[in-house]
């Protein structure tokens, strides 16, 4: 069974682009969940999408929005980026089913740089 | 904020059992404790979860105190491809519930 795949796993971008990243969740999962790491802050969560809708929404500026599709598959976007928007993006998929839990599986995540 | 503790680092010699703490004092009676771990630039990798009871799988096992305000994760013949950092989270199981990640504990496992 394949596991979450992230693309690009690597981008590179200047300040004041814009930038799409894209994760396929594992077969059957209809969750998706984006973080974004960085040395200073640590793991945290951006929002997260079940059934095209976003369900959850971490502290991160309007700038950061995302959507997922009819067939699970969900993108993220970042507007006017800035240096501090360089992180590691990662994408989370989970098959969510009451009293059995809700375990994410991550994929490699891209690596974004912005200069 | 995480709502657990873990120490920031622990070393321990290959072949030898890892025994990784983890305090969650104000856990509530529907959270679960989740243990992940990251290896070096890669995505964090499920270990195993529970509620009360403990759990052993093909990787570790999780001990739960009985009060539940504290875990600890085993890797019972630790591997130097089990050096890593290990996240121990609380939460509940409902939807759309995210994992919040505190700073984790960093495993040296050395030969």
């Known amino acids: 069974k394949a596991g979450v795949t992230q693309t690009p796993r690597y981008l590179i971008k200047t300040r004041g682009q814009q930038v799409t990243l894209s994760c396929s969740p594992i077969s059957g999962h209809r969750s998706v969940s984006w973080y974004q790491q960085t040395p200073g802050q640590g793991l945290q969560f951006l929002f997260e999408y079940f059934s095209e809708t976003q369900r959850n929404k971490g502290n991160f500026p309007g700038r950061f929005s995302g959507r997922q599709f009819s067939n699970s598959r969900s993108e993220m976007n970042v507007s006017t980026l800035e240096l501090g928007d360089s992180a590691l993006y990662l994408c989370?998929?989970?098959?969510?089913?009451?009293?059995?839990?809700?375990?994410?599986?991550f994929g490699a995540g891209t690596r974004l740089s912005v200069l | 904020d995480a709502k657990t503790t873990q120490p920031p680092s622990m070393d321990c010699a290959e072949g030898r059992a890892a025994n990784l703490p983890c305090n969650h004092s104000t856990i509530s009676g529907n959270e679960y404790v989740y243990w992940y771990r990251q290896i070096h630039s890669q995505g964090p990798q499920y270990i195993i979860h529970g509620l009360k009871n403990n759990e052993t799988n093909e990787m570790a096992s999780l001990i739960i105190t009985e009060d539940r305000k504290s875990s600890t994760l085993i890797l019972p013949h630790a591997t130097l491809r089990d050096t890593a950092v290990y996240y121990c989270?609380?939460?509940?199981?409902?939807?759309?519930?995210?994992?919040?990640f505190g700073k984790g504990t960093t495993l040296s496992v050395s030969s």
């Open positions: 989270i609380v939460r509940d199981n409902q939807a759309g519930t995210a994992l919040i």
């Open positions: 989370a998929s989970s098959l969510f089913q009451a009293g059995v839990g809700n375990i994410q599986y």
